[in-house]
């Protein structure tokens, strides 16, 4: 297990790195150069939870639970990193919380579904080889303005303490929801397909 959390915290450190060119850069550039984030992940064959919930077994459903956590432990450590080379950050990263916390938790689970959906069959095609969907599909779930629960856990701990103590029940509950709603995703395919 403690292999798959090593790998799974790397995982969150390099999409840590796509979040941060996001709230950097912002807009359609942003949007793509964060799949930079995704390819490492699946170049190096790392434990993302949305590159994994959509192809795990029901043996293996306990993993995703170490999976997730490792991937926050990178995003956190990557967030405390950047927040204090470039503070910068910061406001970036609470006008992300805030739109999410605007949103509430229903909207932002519904939105995960999308995410997961477009993760899943990015990753599909990656494993085969074919990586152009992964340039595309990071971008899009971005403009979509659906939610991915691994680079929301890196936007919250990148946000102000201000941002994040006066609202850290409500933010629980969204975050919660994305992660539900990108396992939803990720597995909407095996409703429809029977082996894929």
Same mark, same amino acid.
Request: charged share 10%; aromatic share 12%; hydrophobic share 55%.
């Given at each position: 297990?403690?292999?798959?959390?090593?790998?799974?915290?790397?995982?969150?450190?390099?999409?840590?790195?796509?979040?941060?060119?996001?709230?950097?850069?912002?807009?359609?550039?942003?949007?793509?150069?964060?799949?930079?984030?995704?390819?490492?992940?699946?170049?190096?064959?790392?434990?993302?939870?949305?590159?994994?919930?959509?192809?795990?077994?029901?043996?293996?459903?306990?993993?995703?639970?170490?999976?997730?956590?490792?991937?926050?432990?990178?995003?956190?450590?990557?967030?405390?990193?950047?927040?204090?080379?470039?503070?910068?950050?910061?406001?970036?990263?609470?006008?992300?919380?805030?739109?999410?916390?605007?949103?509430?938790?229903?909207?932002?689970?519904?939105?995960?579904?999308?995410?997961?959906?477009?993760? +899943? +069959?990015?990753?599909?095609?990656?494993?085969?080889?074919?990586?152009?969907?992964?340039?595309?599909?990071?971008?899009?779930?971005?403009?979509?303005?659906?939610?991915?629960?691994?680079?929301?856990?890196?936007?919250?701990?990148?946000?102000?303490?201000?941002?994040?103590?006066?609202?850290?029940?409500?933010?629980?509950?969204?975050?919660?929801?994305?992660?539900?709603?990108?396992?939803?995703?990720?597995?909407?395919?095996?409703?429809?397909?029977?082996?894929?």
């Amino acid at each position: 297990m403690w292999s798959i959390f090593k790998l799974a915290i790397f995982a969150g450190i390099c999409i840590s790195v796509g979040g941060i060119v996001y709230l950097s850069v912002g807009g359609v550039a942003g949007a793509v150069l964060f799949a930079f984030g995704l390819l490492t992940v699946v170049s190096y064959q790392l434990k993302l939870y949305t590159g994994t919930a959509g192809f795990i077994t029901k043996k293996e459903f306990g993993q995703l639970f170490f999976i997730l956590l490792g991937n926050i432990v990178g995003c956190l450590a990557s967030a405390l990193a950047i927040k204090y080379a470039n503070p910068n950050i910061v406001d970036a990263a609470d006008a992300i919380v805030e739109k999410r916390l605007a949103s509430g938790a229903l909207r932002c689970g519904v939105l995960g579904i999308g995410c997961g959906f477009v993760m +899943t +069959t990015a990753v599909r095609f990656a494993r085969e080889g074919k990586y152009l969907p992964l340039l595309f599909g990071v971008p899009l779930f971005i403009l979509c303005g659906f939610t991915h629960c691994i680079a929301d856990a890196f936007y919250y701990c990148a946000a102000s303490l201000e941002v994040l103590s006066a609202n850290a029940g409500s933010i629980a509950i969204i975050y919660l929801a994305t992660v539900l709603g990108n396992l939803a995703g990720c597995n909407l395919y095996r409703l429809f397909i029977k082996k894929a």
